[in-house]
């Protein structure tokens, strides 16, 4: 009953509503990190000046399988660094936009067809785990307060916040089929869309 609730329309709807500020606090601090990663590759190194890059054509299940791996640790280390006040999650986070930031400054029709089509899967994933660190330390601060007054028990606290609880385990979906999603298509669509744009 627990699972089968959170995939509920009503439940979805009320999980973006409970934590909109979140949501657009994470988005801001993922697209403003690729911004300005952007802007600094730009006036550090200058526009593209070659017209070809690397091209992979191997695909195979087993890439997929290693994108989405290396994808889901970077998004679970994010996700668990709530318990530590989302310091580390903020700085994965933004640490995370480098790569992705850099291209689309120096080369930005490299980043519209290599990383773009699956990186708008892989940065949502980034949003939610983001945000999913943040109810975390909410969480951990409530239980901190509960234990040192004495009012309530760290138990009562995280009873009082089941849909907290509840809004981690969808937010973990989330990024795991926003991730197989964003696998699928660097794995396997990305070479294509290099080979017909270089």
């Known amino acids: 009953m627990f699972k089968i609730e959170i995939f509920t329309l009503d439940y979805l709807k ?56 290396h994808n889901f640790r970077s998004d679970a280390i994010v996700l668990l660094g709530g318990f530590l006040l989302s310091i580390l999650s903020l700085i994965l986070s933004i640490y995370n936009c480098f790569i992705a930031g850099a291209f689309l400054g120096v080369m930005p029709r490299a ?17 939610f ?13 409530a239980s901190v307060k509960a234990w040192l007054s004495k009012d309530h028990t760290v138990k009562e606290v995280l009873n009082d916040n089941k849909n907290a609880i509840k809004d981690i385990i969808l937010i973990i979906v989330f990024i795991i089929i926003l991730l197989l ?18």
């Not at 403003?32 to 091209?55: C, D, H, P, Q, Y």
């Open 111 to 127: 980043f519209a067809v290599g990383i773009l089509p699956h990186g708008i899967f892989e940065y949502a994933a980034s949003v």
């Open 14 to 69: 009320g999980f973006f509503k409970r934590n909109k500020k979140l949501l657009i606090i994470s988005l801001i601090i993922i697209i403003a990190s690729l911004v300005l990663f952007a802007i600094g590759a730009r006036m550090l190194f200058g526009a593209e000046t070659t017209t070809s890059i690397n091209k992979s054509t191997t695909t195979n299940f087993l890439g997929f399988i290693d994108l989405f791996v």
């Open 181 to 198: 999603i964003a696998a699928f298509i660097e794995n396997y669509i990305t070479p294509m869309l290099l080979n017909m744009a270089f």
């Open 129 to 141: 785990s983001l945000v999913g660190a943040f109810i975390i330390t909410k969480l951990e601060i």
